[in-house]
């Protein structure tokens, strides 16, 4: 947004050195005219408002990105909606603002003339009689020919047709309440370069309807001049006019203009007493009766001047063409003066009307707009920093916490597998040392197969199966009943296999001695050397094998203890996983939340410079509030 510059060169035409000669007459030297303030106002509040209109859509664009409604809802989102339709309706006002100035007096007052005067030239009909029958609004244009528009009618007509509808004795006579719109080129006329429209209106003794006139032309006038003729008094029906001009607007701006006061140069002795008397009478309407101003300020609103001797005049300083002797009467110069005086004093109270009535309210609106836009953004700037300082901790909290778990799961790693293996060992020595010390009591157990023994061959081979069963039975409950719990089932297996190897290895030995168990031994000593050459060889055989047997214990405890701490590894990288997965998430929060949060700060910056922005206008072109 680019700051705006005080003090701005005014970009329009300079005046004409007869206007500026004219407008100087009497004074030190030239000046600006105050009504260039106006236009400075309305190019300053026009600019700060365009900004407003880039704020608020930048604002729009970066609201619809914060996806999260508990930093910034919805219904925010269309209060800058419900911003923008407001600030395009103000803006075109504002484009539409200009100074309006109304005329009024009696009939034959001089109202058309004095506005031909201030504008130059002789464009509002004037003549003896009844001359203006409607209200005529003069403005600039901006094209090079003037042109008018009619109440029936968009079509542009000729300015010279100005007499024939607005003349009272014009067969095409127009109604009281119409207006006529005079479009006059701006480059011909200062008044309409700045922005004025003035306002002529029918004399006020010709209609009873006044109020309807205060509503139609009169509300939003920002100075009303009241044109007398300084050859009569100030009539109640002007009077009439204005109370109820009063009574509609807050002390309204008016001016008194005693017209035709040339008149008094045919009778020089009685002029001071009439412009005493004129200025008494005045003062006490407006600072007693209608109570507008002081008596001191309304001394300053109340001049003496000839209306038609200003428009000759200026007009022929236009021209650049002389005036015949004898046209202007004596003291003219005086005259012309005072009209100057009025035009510097009407101008000033112009344009500072001007600008509190059309910019005063569009300021504090604007102000007002600007300081619920910072609050907003500085709620959201507020809560995104609240909202990024608890993911930042919670984000620290799980990155400790997975630092943590990584540590803890090496450790955990190391110490497991060593106590796997210690297990193991511990296993292995105790399946060995427990098959062992059963392996020494074989004799003893077999003592306990109390089966009957035949020598029967058919008989002896059933009794050899049952045997074997039996041992297998009791060596591998023996050895159960010796190790922890988490071993027996696997001892049992292992037991279970080598019953099958003893069996296996000793079956061609039991059929070789059979033959000489039957031929030698009775029944019972063939059963005791049945078993004590049975426990022989069943020993010789499973010594073979303690080793291979506690190994494959080992084995298999080490691989199911293994497969156990995989899977539980497994849970463990799940879990490291899903904190890596929050943790991930987290880091784009926070990522977004700090976007959030520094676009809502430079938004809340800029919609602090806008208020700084509207307080400066109005603190130079209104002058209240700080």
Known sequence: MSAFILNRSHTSAAPSMAEEGERTLGNSGAKSSPLQVFGQAKKKINDTYQDVISYIQESQRFLKTVEDESLFGKDKLQIFDDYLLKVNGILKVLSRNRMKVAFFGRTSNGKSTVINAMLRDKILPTGIGHTTNCFIQVEGSSKTEAYLLTPDSTEPKNVLSVAQLGHALSAEKLSENSIVHVHWPKEKCRLLREDVVIVDSPGIDVTPDLDSWIDQHCLDADVFVLVCNAESTLMQAEKNFFFKVSAKLSKPNVFVLNNRWDATANEPEFMDEVRQQHLSRGVTFLADELRVCSKSEAEDRIFFVSAKEALLSRMHQERGTPISAGVLLEGNQARLFEFSRFENEFEECLSKTAVRTRFEQHALEGRSISQHARTLMDGLYDCSLEQKATAMANRRLRGDRLDMF????????????????????????????????????????????????????????????????????????????????????????????????????????????????????????????????????????????????????????????????????????MSKEELTVEIRELDAAIERLDTTANDAKILRNKAGWLDNEFQSFIKQYLNVGK
């Not at 450790?411 to 060995?432: C, L, N, P, W, Y």
């Not at 074997?468 to 049992?492: F, I, K, S, Y």
Request: proline letters at 2%.
């Open 406 to 573: 990584e540590k803890q799961a090496i450790a955990t790693s190391h110490e497991t597998r060593e106590k796997i293996r210690t297990f193991v060992d511990s296993v292995e020595r105790q399946v060995a040392l427990a098959l062992a010390d059963e392996i020494r009591r074989l004799g003893t157990l077999l003592e306990d197969f109390d089966r009957p023994f035949h020598p029967d061959p058919l008989q002896l081979t059933w009794y050899k199966k049952e045997l074997h069963a039996w041992l297998e039975e009791r060596l591998g409950r023996n050895l159960a009943n010796r190790l922890d719990e988490p071993l027996q089932r696997t001892v049992a297996d292992t037991m279970r296999e080598m019953g099958e190897n003893v069996g296996a290895l000793s079956a061609s030995f039991y059929g070789a001695l059979y033959l000489y168990e039957r031929l030698m031994w009775t029944r019972r000593a063939q059963e005791r050397a049945f078993k004590r050459q049975y426990v022989s060889h069943a020993a010789s055989k499973l010594k073979l094998i303690v080793d291979l047997t506690s190994s494959n214990c080992s084995h298999q405890v080490h691989q199911e203890l293994t497969t156990v701490f995989t899977q539980l590894s497994r849970y463990v990288d």
